[in-house]
């Protein structure tokens, strides 16, 4: 199985920032790559499907970047609804892998 | 808009049967999607269990196979997720999810997620 390995682990930042979090995979992956938001008690959302298109109705202040092992979800001016948990997910290879998710808290 | 809803027993008991339902909400199961299933156990990440396709193709993670099995009933419009042998290991908030076909696992829509925990 790929393993995807995001950095932070954990983030704190305040309204208003910009952030960044990376994700690498163990082998390249092209640029099959998603990124999924998830709040407290809440199913993830797709926010960004093959490294940089926005899923429907997500604001452009989120933007993805990347290709083979290396790729980075950047927000922009942080939002009080931003402040959540964000997965990313290879589906390059059967089985789809996740990973271990980067927690962004307001400072 | 397709909305996704699990429903299935909350607490199932060591070496028994998980079963879980995903009924299909605002469209056709026999749409141009796959149906998959997720899972989270409590305060951690993710896990792709399987997902299938109206002509009845499944693919599932190599790491659950020999346990799972997912069904379609189109008359239902719903698709299902067994987990045999079961261990406290598969405590976890189980989600069903919408994958359009031709994005490779990516999940759409997902249901609100239902949890289930495995004790005696």
């Known amino acids: 199985d790929i393993q995807m390995t995001q950095s932070p682990s954990s983030l704190s930042a305040s309204v208003g920032d910009r952030v960044t979090i990376t994700c690498r995979a163990s082998?390249?992956?092209?640029?099959?790559l998603n990124w999924y938001q998830q709040k407290p008690g809440k199913a993830p959302k797709l926010l960004i499907y093959?490294?940089?298109n926005l899923h429907t109705g997500v604001p452009s202040r989120f933007s993805g970047s990347g290709s083979g092992t290396e790729f980075t979800l950047t927000v922009n001016s942080l939002q009080p609804e931003d402040f959540a948990t964000y997965f990313c997910?290879?589906?390059?290879?059967?089985?789809?892998?996740f990973g271990q998710g980067t927690k962004l808290e307001i400072k | 808009q397709v909305q996704l809803q699990e429903s299935g027993p909350g607490l199932v008991k060591p070496s028994g049967t998980l079963s879980l339902t995903c009924a299909v909400f605002g469209g056709s199961i026999t749409s141009n999607n796959w149906w998959s299933w997720v899972r989270q156990p409590p305060g951690k990440g993710l896990e792709w269990i399987g997902e299938?396709?109206?002509?009845?193709?499944?693919k599932y993670n190599p790491s659950l196979k020999s346990r799972v099995t997912i069904l379609l009933d189109k008359s239902k419009n719903q698709f299902s997720l067994k987990l045999n042998s079961v261990t406290a290991a598969d405590t976890a908030v189980y989600y069903c999810?919408?994958?359009?076909?031709?994005?490779?696992?990516?999940?759409?829509?997902w249901g609100q997620g239902t949890l289930v925990t495995v004790s005696s």
């Open positions: 999810a919408r994958v359009p076909v031709m994005t490779g696992s990516t999940l759409a829509s």
């Open positions: 299938i396709y109206h002509s009845g193709s499944t």
């Open positions: 997910q290879q589906t390059h290879s059967v089985p789809t892998t």
């Open positions: 082998q390249t992956i092209s640029t099959f």
């Open positions: 093959v490294t940089s």
